[in-house]
């Protein structure tokens, strides 16, 4: 049976995840631009790649001993502190990982506190687990102590989940005596915490506290790192951290005692990477991109709210890592219902509910700066503010 | 930091999941031998890589389309029945697959029927998501049909399990007209099957019945198939085929939704592979290395059990495809407790009960011969041979 013409060109194109819609600036993807993705990088990296043959057989449990050590050796002085390769795994990515975390930290039907807002889809994971899923509240230092800690008593959550630097979709940097906190909090009440820490080393400014990898020692963070940010998403490759026993119970995933360790097959090519600079070269050159964008969106965004931008009546604060600005519209203000005024003029945001397991924050958005360059940026950025500028006059005047 | 130089050595070795013991010709290791691993094959494809951007991006849910039409162009002709690329999602494996129809295709507390013997490793998949395994009994066709039926009425399974085709551990093959009525009695009492058909294109003889996905437009089979045992098991990549809604639901997946389809990376230098022959070129010389091996061990199975295969005291069918010989010990020996003597003289194997959710087929035993070469196989046939005979030797004899 040959595939027909028309199947074979539909299914050509069906190549990446989409989330667009044709000929609208969405400032709601997440995802790194296309012209940004490291292709003459891993066209080097595979042409002179070695294929030991442990890439190609079952790999180890915990992952490729020499990408740990690769890793080990490169994060060392970016987090800033030492990362053990020994109490470390490789995932394939953090989704994978969350859905990891889920089922072997915790049963159906008990309870995962997140922070409110927090990243969409995390929550779609920990549906497919049956987990319930509580919101607590934050400030501009993170998770709120005496909150989490009556949630703890409250709730007994398998884990706490939390984005700790530049969150999604917040762009917050929990404190490092906050960090330190949460952690004392947890260990006495006897839960984990699964910290998502996709965006740390994308930072553009001052360095952040250190991740919670910094508490390994605590027994009860589990740190989850990827590659998806700085450097590719596709390699579905990430790194998990966590001291034993809560590391062995993650290794003794049914998946992993059947197949094997996760993606065998991209560490080699990563760790050749990481050894000769590669990697840590694009991931400098990501961050000076993306901190000039953040200087494109911040202007555009002045010139369209006024320059008093914790005073007025949009406010926001400049995200000094991450992909994200969250922008507050006045109380009341409804983003979801304004979106769609912004899409028929060609640009699209994330309204802010879509973060909120209560459905909280209808009146916040986010815009990302990952996915489009400086001129769309700066497009999208006046149509979205057109918009919500219009919203709120006609809000104002009962219109 | 500096990792000391200890630690570099041990976490240098840590690459390949091991099974075997040292100096232990471990004839119960079901991965594909070092030496035979397709390395020259890889350096050659990634050498000349393309590189396009989706293979870094996120990747579509359902998988690249590039690589379902290669799928199912490779297939079709192998399969001898027509491969739908739209009915098809790209997997991380069988082991990812199962672990995710475990997740979309039941809940917590539901029954999955399995082949009593069954994949041991599955059942640690089942475990992780909380369900129940419950076997059933197999003839030289397969699933028996009454039995099956009898199970579907009492236990409502959220779907049965199945290796149709040159089964692990026994290597049994489901015959086509058992594989019709097996459909036709899943489908009329409203539940799934999940067919890993993870040795369908390892045939050494005559081409097996068509695998289960010539009966997708039933709406009610699950098709696992991989490159694991064909190609390279580090790749971490298969495909699922199905019919719409159980596609869906598949594709529902948490971690899809959040991370993109699973393996981008992988995709575009096995599309390369099957495009221009070389994976399926590849795939017929291990077909006929296993076929020597099978010779090999049958006779060096003969030479010890003598040449009555089916009447005498140990008994077993020479395979036809895939990676393992099952025997069977007189009735009451128990393989597990002779496995330490022959691990003593430098031989052992996979004992019986390892494979039975109940724990029976203690006096079996399952050899692969996948992970040795011919003279390898020989000795350590020999030494199991030896072993078995003395057990039965001295249970005669009340020794």
């Given at each position: 049976m040959r595939i027909p013409d028309d199947v074979r060109a539909r299914l050509a194109s069906q190549t990446s995840q989409l989330w667009g819609e044709p000929g609208v600036i969405d400032l709601g993807i997440g995802q790194p631009q296309d012209a940004l993705l490291p292709v003459e990088e891993f066209r080097r990296a595979m042409a002179s790649?070695?294929?030991?043959r442990f890439q190609l057989q079952y790999g180890i449990e915990r992952g490729d001993g020499l990408l740990r050590m690769a890793l080990a050796d490169a994060l060392t002085p970016r987090y800033g502190v030492p990362v053990d390769a020994e109490r470390m795994i490789i995932s394939n990515g953090n989704s994978q990982a969350i859905d990891w975390c889920c089922a072997t930290l915790a049963h159906p039907g008990d309870v995962v506190l997140v922070e409110d807002?927090?990243?969409?889809l995390a929550r779609a994971i920990f549906a497919d687990h049956g987990l319930r899923v509580i919101g607590l509240p934050t400030d501009d230092q993170g998770l709120l102590p005496d909150a989490l800690e009556q949630a703890l008593i409250t709730h007994r959550p398998a884990f706490v989940y939390t984005i700790?630097?530049?969150?999604?979709?917040?762009?917050t940097t929990t404190s490092a005596d906050r960090r330190a906190a949460i952690v004392e909090l947890i260990a006495r009440h006897g839960s984990l915490l699964v910290a998502?820490?996709?965006?740390?080393?994308?930072?553009?400014?001052a360095a952040p506290p250190p991740?919670?990898?910094?508490?390994?020692?605590?027994?009860?963070v589990v740190c989850l790192g990827t590659?998806?940010?700085?450097?590719?998403?596709?390699?579905r490759l990430g790194w998990v951290q966590a001291a034993e026993p809560t590391l062995a119970r993650l290794v003794g995933h049914g998946t992993l005692v059947s197949g094997?360790?996760?993606n065998p097959f991209a560490a080699p090519i990563v760790t050749a990477m990481l050894q000769d600079g590669t990697a840590l070269a694009y991931l400098d050159r990501l961050r000076s991109i993306y901190a000039a964008r953040v200087g494109v969106m911040d202007d555009a965004l002045r010139d369209a709210f006024?320059?008093?931008?914790?005073?007025?009546?949009v406010t926001w604060r400049t995200p000094e890592g991450g992909y994200f600005f969250w922008l507050q519209l006045?109380?009341?203000?409804?983003a979801a219902a304004i979106r769609p005024h912004a899409v028929a003029r060609g640009a699209a945001f994330q309204p802010g509910?879509?973060?909120?397991p209560d459905g909280g924050f209808g009146h916040c958005l986010r815009l990302s700066f990952?996915?489009?360059g400086e001129e769309d940026l700066a497009r999208g950025v006046r149509i979205i503010a057109e918009t919500v500028t219009e919203a709120i006059t006609a809000a104002a005047t009962g219109g």
């Open positions: 790649a070695a294929v030991p807002p927090t990243y969409f700790p630097t530049f969150a999604n979709p917040t762009g998502d820490e996709v965006y740390h080393l994308l930072s553009y400014g991740p919670y990898c910094a508490w390994l020692d605590s027994g009860v590659f998806s940010k700085i450097l590719a998403p596709g390699l094997g360790g996760l006024g320059p008093e931008r914790a005073g007025g009546e006045p109380a009341g203000m409804d509910a879509t973060f909120s990952a996915y489009y």
